[in-house]
């Protein structure tokens, strides 16, 4: 298959219009194949040749003006259409379509709660080619109108209004068509078929609906007036900033199994991972997470399928946009008032570490940099999304936000139901403000890397000063905190002054009488760069960290900890020892989930030497049970879920987890729900406490999606050399196993207490991962390094294995991204380990 290239979407761009597309689906054939038919209305503006994509099962026929085409003409995934004339244009295509098991194309999923069978399309990139033809390219805007025929007892859904207009004679199967969208991209296509639980409601003369799956009714039914509200509350908050109107007839929000990301932001129907319909207890934290994604799609609308990018160097038109948006209107228009304090500590975090690696890319790279589809793949990252979003979030504290606003309403004006690029929004901008705006733009979205802010504080006769030393090349304006220990009051702080700087600079900022406590760069935290605190900040943080007043201003200190210990300059025991110190003592959920979880899967699993991980892990396991007991009133749920799941995480013994299991509950709460059962069931396969009846009688009681999920990552844990061999052929030689099975299955696999046992699986993985991802492609390869990659394997064995790889074989580019990410990410693990420790 031939990704397509920028100067091949430019050529055909110049030659062709694309009006409408007529799609027919017949999802009734069974259970691999499903028939599409599609008619394609397009003009060219002079004689020419081009192609049509498509990747079908079987071609069955074409014809262009009527006139047949050889169906043997088809190479790889295009369909040659030669001899064009000047002027408008059809082209028929039926062919049978391959059902997606990886959530790419059309992805065919069987409950196995109930039986039913659902259908939904993921035509991101150039997916649309799995389910109908199509001249694949974001500026090929175009009209669709489908029509689904179903089995008969399914509603269908679209990105227009769909309704039921006929059956088929003899099986009864429900004909279903949709109303004609707005001209939008080929990507953005999107159906949903099966026996749909459906919330509706109508806000603002517009229906509204929310969709699952019917095995989870009661689940989206506890939080339907939740997901609404939000949703309501958003759209509300968009119209008050945005001067061009939702551009869509309908807001269908469809939560689908087995989904691949976070959601979708096809307009009209935006498809979410359906794991966001809770089974289980989650904290408000999570909470807050499915909210800020349903911002963040809504935010697409606008930012993506109104306006779209010409070409895929320009994701960041989408992504960091949504990214910016979905945060800031949540924060302004429901109760997740907190929101940012989330985004500096996880997503700020994931902008960083993409930031510093080698596979780092500009914001907005040039047009050379992504040459066809396939690199554009590898830049949906933590520097499209959050990297992006932080540089918004700096420009509108320069710009204020009323000229940023009006800067992206011209923008939308401009060219709403067709495509721009980065210069085309600057060029918005610079039109309401003195600023140089493309200056900005050529110094943070056209550049690479993370500066690092480091104070220099000196006493003095009489008072103190403030230097600041940049590390890097980048022009920041930041706040500067100074704080103070309340009298009386033993590990409380207060802030004295905040302090604005700009960087670079020679001033030097002094204050009269003892310096502060603390001093802390980039307080707020609207600046992108990595902050240092000097020895006596530090010192305060060791012992009043917990004491600082405000979340936002803890979750700086928290990220700029982790970063030292990334980057070497401070021991992972010590951030140990602080989160053991204060997290008992920390008010703000978001905080507590961060640096639990960091310091689990990276302190104990990776940053510290193996023969120190049994006590990393029993600090843990004391720590949490102190936050357990903090929590025995039930005044914080959140707070005991999050500590509960870590204390089942960081076990090393099996009696007290194997406890609960057998009581069903924790002692004072919470009952053991699926997600907490799989848990702990998990943590005892891998201590090698449970053999397969335990796991085969949990399955039995929870015969779930979810539940065949946690059976494949108990199954794969277990510590005995056969289960682990059946679990590394199913994952790379069962080429029907799903995506969601294959992660499970991989993150169940690696071990750190299995070392020895999984020693000979470490070389076996890149070679075998190298063919099945050339066989099963980007979905696969995604999960392949994300879940399967073998990141405990601390050692040189591994890096030089992992190198030898990416110099001597061929990886898909998805893969060898993820795989060049992931040995920097060992390679850091080891300068850690072996990093000086300070007096």
């Known amino acids: 298959m031939s990704a397509l290239t920028r100067n091949e979407a430019q050529t055909r761009a110049a ?36 192609f049509v994509e498509l990747k079908p099962e079987e071609l069955r026929s074409a014809a262009l003006d009527g006139s047949p085409l050889d169906p043997a003409a088809l190479t790889g995934n295009r369909l040659p259409l030669t001899g064009l004339t000047e002027g408008p244009h059809e082209l028929r295509v039926e062919a049978v379509m391959r059902y997606s098991r990886t959530g790419e194309g059309l992805h065919r999923f069987t409950d196995p709660a109930d039986g039913e069978t659902y259908v939904y399309s993921q035509m991101f ?85 929310v969709h699952c799956r019917r095995s989870l009714a009661p689940h ?91 070409w895929w160097d320009d994701i960041w038109l989408n992504e960091s946009f949504a990214e910016y948006m979905g945060y800031q209107i949540l924060t302004e228009a429901t109760r997740f008032t907190g929101a940012w304090t989330d985004f500096g500590l996880a997503r700020k975090a994931w902008g960083y570490d993409a930031d510093q690696r080698p596979s780092t890319h500009p914001v907005a790279p040039d047009p050379e940099a992504v040459p066809d589809t396939a690199s554009a793949l590898l830049n949906f990252d933590g520097i499209s999304y959050a990297k992006g979003a932080s540089a918004l979030r700096q420009l509108v504290a320069w710009l204020g936000e009323k000229d940023f606003l009006a800067g992206i309403n011209t923008h939308f004006q401009r060219h709403k139901f067709a495509n ?44 103190w000063t403030l230097t600041v030393d940049r590390q890097g090349s ?31 600079t020679t001033e030097v900022i002094s204050g009269a009488g003892p310096r502060p406590a603390l001093i802390l760069l980039n307080d707020g935290d609207l600046g992108y760069a990595k902050v240092r605190l000097d020895p006596g900040s530090w010192d305060t943080v060791v012992r009043a960290l917990s004491g600082v007043p405000d979340a936002l201003t803890r979750s700086i200190i928290w990220n700029a900890a982790r970063d030292m210990v990334r980057d070497g300059e401070l021991p992972p025991a010590a951030y140990l020892e602080a989160a053991a110190a204060h997290l008992p003592h920390e008010g703000d959920l978001a905080i507590v989930q961060s640096v639990l979880g960091f310091a689990r899967a990276h302190i104990a699993d990776r940053y510290l030497p193996a023969a120190d991980r049994a006590g990393a892990l029993a600090t843990l396991t004391a720590l949490t049970r102190a936050l357990i007991r903090r929590t025995e009133d039930g005044a914080e749920p959140g707070l005991r879920l999050a500590s509960v799941r870590t204390f089942i995480d960081s076990a090393t013994q099996p009696d007290t987890i194997a406890a609960w299991l057998a009581d069903g509950t924790v002692p004072g709460g919470p ?96 070679p075998d991962a190298l063919a099945l991802t050339a066989r099963r492609g980007p979905a696969i390869a995604e999960a392949v390094g994300r879940y399967a990659f073998p990141v405990h394997a601390i050692d040189q064995e591994n890096l030089r294995a992992g190198q030898d790889c990416l110099d001597r074989g061929e990886p898909i580019p998805l893969l060898r991204r993820k795989l060049t990410d992931q040995l920097d990410d060992l390679a850091r693990a080891l300068r850690v380990r072996t990093a000086p420790v300070a007096d």
């Open 15 to 50: 030659l062709l219009d694309v009006h409408h597309y007529a799609v027919a689906l017949d999802l009734t054939r069974g259970d691999e194949t499903f028939d599409s038919t599609t008619v394609i209305r397009f003009s060219a503006r002079a004689a020419g040749d081009t």
């Open 125 to 209: 990139l150039d997916d649309v080619q799995r389910v109908l033809p199509a001249f694949d390219q974001p500026d090929l805007k175009a009209v669709f109108e489908f029509t689904v025929t179903a089995p008969a007892h399914w509603s269908v859904i679209a990105n227009g209004t769909t309704e039921r207009t006929g059956e088929r004679a003899g099986d009864g199967a429900g004909i279903w068509t949709s109303a004609p969208t707005p001209v939008i991209s080929t990507y953005l296509a999107a159906i949903a078929a099966g026996p749909w639980h459906t919330v509706r409601t109508e806000h603002a003369g517009l229906p509204f609906a």
């Open 220 to 310: 989206l039914d506890a939080d339907a007036e939740e997901i609404l509200g939000i949703t309501t509350a958003c759209y509300d908050r968009y119209h008050e900033k945005f001067t061009e109107p939702y551009p869509f007839d309908s807001y269908d929000q469809a939560f689908v199994p087995e989904f691949n990301a976070g959601a979708m932001e096809n307009p009209g129907l935006v498809t979410f991972r359906d794991e966001y319909i809770y089974r289980s207890a989650v904290t408000d934290t999570e909470r807050q997470w499915r909210a800020v994604v349903i911002a963040h799609e809504m935010a697409h609308m606008w930012f993506g399928d109104l306006v779209t990018l010409r």
């Open 420 to 463: 721009a690029s980065l210069a085309d929004f600057v060029d918005s901008l610079a039109a309401h403000t003195d600023r140089d705006v493309h200056a900005w733009a050529e110094t943070w979205l056209r550049t690479t890397g993370t500066d690092t802010l480091v104070p220099r504080v000196e006493d003095g006769a009489g008072g």
């Open 474 to 504: 980048r022009p920041h304006h930041i706040a500067v905190g100074a704080y103070d220990d309340v009298p009386g009051e033993d590990g409380v702080l207060e802030r004295r002054e905040l302090l604005e700087l700009d960087l670079p």
């Open 671 to 766: 009952e053991l729900d699926p997600e907490l059962r799989w848990r702990v069931l998990a943590r005892l396969a891998a201590l090698g406490a449970v053999g397969e009846d335990a796991i085969a009688a949990a399955l039995a009681d929870d015969p779930s999606a979810t539940g065949e999920e946690g059976a494949a990552r108990c199954r794969a844990a277990l510590p005995d050399a056969d289960t682990k061999q059946a679990a590394w052929d199913r994952m790379f030689h069962d080429d029907t196993l799903s995506n969601y099975l294959f992660s499970a299955t991989a993150q169940g696999f690696w071990q750190p207490e299995q070392a020895e046992l999984l020693h000979a699986y470490v070389p076996r993985f890149y």
